[in-house]
């Protein structure tokens, strides 16, 4: 199936209707601070977005999992994307202590995950899940389309931050992606 179609069909999880755009996809790494040695958390990667620019920054001493709930997708990111890990799973359920006992906490998370429609019980359940494996000063960043940021449960998710991390900052709106979006950089 085409992927565009696949981000329609399978609207309840992508939460979007294309993937972003590539000054999206640099901005978001960009202020994640991502740098060759990172130890990098992608939540939702979908059709690799991020994942392009997460791999062109990455180098030797990085290490990266990728945590995706549909199987299409997944495959399609191992086929375009092997030398990387990808699991797919539910990312409020994976078991992370294996991964951890090997490679350690992240440095970074940088989540796609559509928490605008997401209800309350699954963002803290994610958040509960995943922010343990943070290292301390760790970064989380997620992306927030503009004027969704309105709506009750991204504001709802807005203030969930705040209980997590140490800090949340809003960057500039990427106007050059469909539909234009800004990121939360939070740190722990
Ligand atoms: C808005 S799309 C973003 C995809 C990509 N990061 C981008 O920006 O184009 C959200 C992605 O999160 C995935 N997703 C939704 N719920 C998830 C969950 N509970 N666990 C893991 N992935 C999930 C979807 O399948 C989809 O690939």
């Keep these: 199936m085409p992927f565009y179609r696949n981000f329609l069909s399978h609207f309840h999880h992508t939460g979007a209707i294309a ?11 960009n202020s994640a601070g991502v740098s060759s040695d990172s130890h990098v958390l992608e939540l939702g990667p979908g059709t690799g977005a991020f994942t392009r620019d997460l791999e062109k920054t990455l180098g030797p001493d990085g290490q990266y999992l990728g945590i995706e709930i549909n199987a299409d997708f997944h495959s399609h990111l191992q086929g375009k994307h092997p030398d990387m890990h990808f699991e797919q799973a539910p990312g409020q359920d994976f078991d992370f202590s294996a991964w951890v006992k090997e490679h350690g906490q992240f440095d970074i998370i940088v989540s796609g995950l559509p928490w605008a429609k997401f209800p309350e019980s699954l963002q803290r359940a994610m958040l509960d899940n995943v922010i343990p494996h943070l290292k301390d000063n760790g970064t989380f960043v997620t992306f927030a389309y503009t004027g969704v940021h309105l709506l009750k449960p991204a504001k709802r998710f807005r203030h969930l931050l705040d209980d997590y991390f140490a800090s949340v900052n809003r960057t500039r709106s990427v ?14």
């Excluded at 106007?175 to 722990?188: D, E, G, M, R």
């Design 19 to 29: 993937p972003s755009g590539p000054k999206l996809a640099r901005h978001v790494v």
């Design 175 to 188: 106007l050059l992606n469909f539909p234009p979006a800004f990121v939360f950089v939070a740190n722990k």
